[in-house]
T-cell receptor, first 113, second 115 residues
Framework: EAQVTQNPRYLITVTGKKLTVTCSQN?????MSWYRQDPGLGLRQIYY???????DKGDVPEGYKVSRKEKRNFPLILESPSPNQTSLYFC????????????FGSGTRLTVV | AQKVTQAQTEISVVEKEDVTLDCVYE???????LFWYKQPPSGELVFLIR??????QNEISGRYSWNFQKSTSSFNFTITASQVVDSAVYFC????????????FGEGTQLTVNP
């Protein structure tokens, strides 16, 4: 079954404690990206990757890092989380070509206290 | 730059009423795709429809219908005879050919259907 797996689903952490949210896909998709969802703002892109070792900033990259060492994995790293990073995070993948079709992970609800 | 606007933050209706969710987009591309997603209280994103810029035919799927009008840059979504299970946040999104696979979302509309 084609899927995007995000872990964990829920996470409560403290300010400054490094954390990683994992994203893995089994569809051999070129394109992977991370979004955060906040009330009234919709989903905003944090980082994206067009292929292995190719990553770029989205609209709200501050405070986040990513890596794409393998095609299937695209972890989101918060080196020093702060309360304003409390949000719902989604990983998404796409074939990278027309027609665009997107597959989303189930989401990670992160709370930073 | 691509932009999507969903001006209706919240809509509340009574069951069996029809409801239309508005979506207005901005793009300079001639080739682009428009999407609607549903986010139920459980939080996952459920894909509803994708429409490319060259296909302005309206689409109907059961109680759902979509009206795409390039002249007004709108892609509105209508639910006929709404049900309580339709209660969710609905997102409209846009992807341009020149932006690669970047997907830009609107702010979302919270629909509440009351029994």
């Amino acid at each position: 079954e084609a899927q995007v797996t995000q872990n964990p689903r829920y996470l409560i952490t403290v300010t400054g404690k490094k954390l990683t949210v994992t994203c893995s896909q089994n569809m051999n998709h070129e394109y992977m990206s991370w979004y955060r969802q906040d009330p009234g703002l919709g989903l905003r892109q944090i980082y994206y990757s067009m292929n292995v070792e190719v990553t770029d900033k989205g609209d709200v990259p501050e405070g986040y890092k990513v890596s794409r060492k393998e095609k299937r994995n695209f972890p989101l790293i918060l080196e020093s989380p702060s309360p304003n990073q409390t949000s719902l995070y989604f990983c998404a993948t796409s074939t990278g070509g027309l027609p665009y079709g997107y597959t989303f992970g189930s989401g990670t609800r992160l709370t930073v206290v | 730059a691509q932009k999507v606007t969903q001006a209706q933050t919240e809509i509340s209706v009574v069951e069996k009423e029809d409801v239309t969710l508005d979506c207005v987009y901005e793009t300079r591309d001639t080739t682009y795709y428009l999407f609607w997603y549903k986010q139920p209280p459980s939080g996952e994103l459920v894909f509803l429809i994708r429409r490319n810029s060259f296909d302005e035919q309206n689409e109907i799927s059961g109680r759902y219908s979509w009206n795409f009008q390039k002249s007004t840059s709108s892609f509105n979504f209508t639910i006929t005879a709404s049900q309580v299970v339709d209660s969710a946040v609905y997102f409209c999104a846009l992807s341009e050919e020149t932006s690669g696979s970047r997907l830009t979302f609107g702010e979302g509309t919270q629909l509440t259907v009351n029994p």
